[in-house]
Nanobody, 130 residues
Framework: DVQLQASGGGSVQPGGSLRLSCTVS????????IGWFRQAPGKERQGVSC????????YYVPAVKGRFTISRNNAKNTVYLQMSNLKPEDTAVYYC???????????????????????WGQGTEVTVSS
């Protein structure tokens, strides 16, 4: 019954921008922290950004800090990842994940998502090349 649908990927030149969306259905959206992860061919899946259910606490992997922005619209059951100044090394399939989190819990770590995420989206491909 639960679905996480990632969308918004595409092909852009270095320096370009994309906005990814993760739309969630079938669960109580406010009860879950949402994380964005990416996986390049031949590489392990790694964390990019995550957000607590309140949307007020966020984290970014150093490689994207200052270029990516995560946001959340609970009314639309959607989490966004605005990606700017994209670099070739950002090329990957991007996945969103949901992890049940009490409102007063600390922001989950990437490892917490990777080991215990309740749901994963199907992924959306981002390619950055000249």
């Amino acid at each position: 019954d639960v679905q996480l649908q990632a969308s918004g990927g595409g092909s852009v030149q270095p320096g370009g921008s994309l906005r990814l969306s993760c739309t969630v259905s079938g669960l109580t959206f406010d009860d879950y922290a949402i994380g964005w992860f990416r996986q390049a061919p031949g590489k392990e899946r790694q964390g990019v950004s995550c957000m607590r259910s309140s949307g007020e606490v966020t984290y970014y992997v150093p490689a994207v800090k200052g270029r990516f922005t995560i946001s959340r619209n609970n009314a639309k059951n959607t989490v966004y990842l605005q990606m700017s100044n994209l670099k070739p090394e950002d090329t990957a399939v991007y996945y969103c994940a949901a992890l049940f989190t009490h409102e007063d819990d600390l922001l989950p770590t990437f490892d917490s998502f990777l080991t215990s995420a309740d749901y994963w989206g199907q992924g959306t491909e981002v390619t950055v090349s000249s």
